[in-house]
């Protein structure tokens, strides 16, 4: 997976992947900070701002939304885990990253 700031893009396998600028913001946080685990109000202040008006839960459909664009088996996620009681994180394993894309339905 290769995430192209400038172009505001997202390659997987070489093609470009659809998402939306919400989407492209919260992966782009979570890709250029590995390993690290951020509740979903980090996340919301990240990538949302600190003036919205949306729920932490929010957080939780767009990770749903980008495993199902970015993982092999979005329910068996092997990029962006989820760590139970404490938020998510994105951890890019050699070897375990898609080598293919499925969109979601």
Known sequence: ???DRGACQVKLDGAPLSLTATEFRLLEFLMTRPSVVFSREQLLN???GRDRAITDRTVDVYILRLRQKVERDPAAPRLIHSVRG???SFEARAGEAPTRY???G
Request: charged share 15%.
């Open 1 to 3: 997976m290769e995430l």
């Open 46 to 48: 990240a990538v949302w």
């Open 86 to 88: 404490f938020g998510y």
């Open 102 to 104: 499925e969109a979601a």
